[in-house]
């Protein structure tokens, strides 16, 4: 499709070329998806693990422990958002590009890293230190302490969804400061996108669902499928905001 006639691709379009990209090539993502269930459960178990009691020490010491796992967290998600990119730009994707941000952490990915995670522990410390220092054993405290965990996590999936190019833009860009990492996913998504981008993730659950009732096995293409996706949708965002400043800078953009 020629540069001057290009228009943004719908998301069922998007989702085909993600089928089709990964059809007799499913070996190398189902890897990387092993790798990714392995870490996020790793994780998740340190995280599980890291509860020492209701006290302001044992609260402490899970706030630094989740600052600690989230951070790494971050980092390999750098590295699967930099497999799946190489995955759909070239024919040289290689399984260790997952560990390019533990081998190759620079100021850019741990920054990214960082400011993600403070996003997360800012919406989720309300339902922390509620579960902490004030819930209790009653039924009402649990649906209190429920209630606060629910609507955190939906703000936060909110506001990682439109800052979810990040890693995506880093893969390009990684000599680029921080602030202008933001500043540059920030202009790719803009509300049009962050509203489509949110349709796509959702259109995704189905599937989740599905692979969760075959025991995970079903997971193995699922979360290749969707992340393979959201790098077609990365490129496709590029190819929009390219369009838009050849038009308003013609002589600029090459």
């Excluded at 965990?149 to 936060?156: E, F, P, Y």
């Excluded at 990492?181 to 993730?201: C, N, P, Q």
Aim: hydrophobic share 50%; aromatic share 18%.
């Amino acid at each position: 499709m020629s540069e001057n006639n290009y228009s943004p691709r719908k998301n069922r379009e998007i989702r085909g070329y993600a089928r089709e990209r990964l059809l007799g090539n499913m070996f190398i993502p189902c890897l990387v998806t092993l790798f990714f269930f392995f870490m996020h459960n790793t994780f998740e178990i340190m995280m599980q693990l890291g509860v020492l009691g209701k006290d302001t020490f044992s609260f402490v010491f899970y706030i630094v422990l989740f600052l600690t796992v989230n951070s790494l967290w971050g980092i390999i998600r750098y590295g699967i958002s930099r497999y799946f990119l190489s995955f759909i730009t070239t024919k040289k994707a290689h399984p260790m590009d997952v560990f390019a941000g533990l081998r190759h952490s620079t100021e850019v990915i741990i920054s990214a890293s960082l400011f993600m995670t403070v996003i997360s522990l800012v919406f989720q410390l309300p339902y922390l230190i509620y579960s902490f220092f004030f819930a209790s054993n009653t039924v009402a405290g649990l649906i209190v302490g429920l209630i606060m965990l629910t609507a955190g996590n939906i703000i936060l999936f909110f506001i990682e969804c439109y800052l979810s190019q990040i890693y995506f833009v880093i893969c390009d860009y990684p000599g680029m400061r921080f602030p202008m990492v933001l500043l540059m996913s920030l202009s790719l998504m803009g509300m049009k996108y962050f509203l489509k981008y949110i349709r796509l993730k959702i259109s995704f659950i189905p599937l989740y669902a599905l692979g969760f009732m075959s025991l995970g096995v079903g997971l193995l293409w699922v979360v290749p499928y969707a992340y393979t996706s959201y790098a077609y949708f990365y490129e496709d965002l590029c190819e929009r905001y390219l369009q838009e400043c050849r038009k308003r800078y013609p002589s600029s953009v090459n």
